[in-house]
């Protein structure tokens, strides 16, 4: 049966990043992190409406947008959202910066698990702070965990005051598990440090997997940590630049927003605010089919490297739509691996050092495309990694 994520959508031409900043007109483009498949067809109507109106002045956030906010959080996630948490801003990288500027000083270590989403560093970097790596450990599986004694040592340091948590985990595809969450929010309490949850992938678990908000896991986790959500991934609504910090403690919400004004991403635009309410309102059955879609993706990109190219590993994913695939057994750097795809087979993928040096070998492949754009990116991987 066809699904209407089979449908492509011509993109080249269209201003879009991912695929008119290459001057290769043959390029595939399986790199940046947004899909090629049209957002929910509820979305498409609000901002039509909107649009329609034909004023476009400065936005006032309404009533429903926090309605429609708690009430998907609380159906979807089990997390209750008052209100007065909410600090809407334009994204959650900006989020993210302003939280690090709010929590840290210059010179201070912020624990990260790497490999880990690049912007870490790079909001790390702003602030004047120092990555420090808790590196996970690759199984023999494929399947990603936690070395929690080395967390436990790193947390302990006097000049970490800051964890940031990717939770489903950018680029190794973990939805972690309540276990590990609470040993994770367990060892921070311990040791006086800050969890910031980036749960940006929150509503992309395949769904035989169950995502769980960092902040939910216990009440002592809710007052001593920061979560940051959107629905920019899930809904491919990126370009709209609208996302949410959640934070129950009052005089860190202050701090947060005043840290939100300096960097003057207090404001949101009047697209973003009607897009997400229609896909927190309507979206929900339209995700639960690109869910499906996305794992039977992921099945594919299974299916394809184990029949056609056995040197390769996926690495057993459970969320996000970005493929993690170990190439270390072809002896190349994965700047070369990525440079030698883009020169001699077009396509566009990103070297997993980008994601810290615990990515060495590796390269990320984004698979939320119509499958037949999918197997044409695995053709032309097969063709260049095998000759």
């Known amino acids: 049966m066809t699904s209407q994520f089979d449908v492509i959508i011509p993109r080249r031409g269209s201003g879009s ?7 290769d007109l043959q390029s595939l483009p399986m790199w940046v992190a947004d899909m090629d498949f049209r957002t929910a067809p509820a979305i498409i109507e609000a901002l039509s409406d909107r ?44 989020a993210i910066s302003a939280i690090l500027k709010a929590l840290t000083r210059p010179g201070e270590r912020v624990l990260i698990q790497t490999p880990v989403y690049n912007c870490f560093y790079s909001s790390i970097a702003n602030m004047g702070c120092i990555p420090l790596e808790n590196v996970l450990i690759a199984g023999e599986d494929g399947h990603y965990g936690i070395d929690f004694e080395d967390l436990e ?37 311990r040791h006086g440090v800050t969890v910031v949850s980036d749960e940006i992938h929150c509503d992309l678990t395949f769904p035989d997997h169950t995502h769980h908000p960092f902040a939910t896991i216990k009440q002592e986790f809710l007052a001593a940590s920061v979560t940051c959500i959107s629905p920019s991934k899930a809904f491919n609504i990126a370009g709209l630049q609208i996302a949410n910090i959640v934070v129950t403690d009052e005089e860190l919400r202050s701090r947060i927003g005043k840290a939100i004004n300096i960097h003057e991403v207090c404001d949101v635009n009047p697209f973003g605010v009607a897009a997400l309410i229609a896909a927190y309102r309507e979206g929900g059955s339209w995700l639960d089919e690109l869910r499906g879609y996305l794992q039977a993706n992921y099945q594919t990109v299974s299916d394809f490297i184990a029949s056609n190219m056995p040197t390769l590993r996926l690495t057993q994913q459970e969320a996000t739509y970005l493929a993690w ?3 270390r057994a072809l ?38 495309c119509p499958r037949a754009q999918l197997l044409d990116g695995l053709e032309r991987m097969q063709t260049v990694l095998t000759q």
């Not at 990043?17 to 001057?23: E, I, R, T």
Request: hydrophobic share 40%; net charge negative.
């Open 17 to 23: 990043y991912k695929w008119d900043s290459s001057d």
């Open 51 to 94: 649009v329609a109106h034909g004023v476009f002045g400065y936005t006032k956030v309404p009533d429903a947008y926090y309605e429609a906010l708690g009430s998907w959080f609380a159906n979807r996630h089990g997390f209750q959202i008052e209100r007065d948490w909410v600090i809407y801003t334009s994204g959650v990288v900006p």
């Open 153 to 189: 040592a790193k947390a302990a340091e006097p000049d970490v005051h800051v964890m940031l948590l990717c939770n489903p985990h950018n680029p190794v595809g973990r939805s972690w598990r309540v276990e590990e969450l609470s040993r994770i929010g367990d060892i921070c309490l």
């Open 325 to 327: 695939i170990d190439c």
């Open 331 to 368: 002896s190349l750097s994965s700047d070369a691996i990525e440079a030698r795809l883009a020169t001699e087979g077009h396509l566009l993928v990103n070297s997993g050092t980008l994601y810290g040096a615990a990515g060495e070998g590796y390269i990320r492949l984004n698979m939320a």
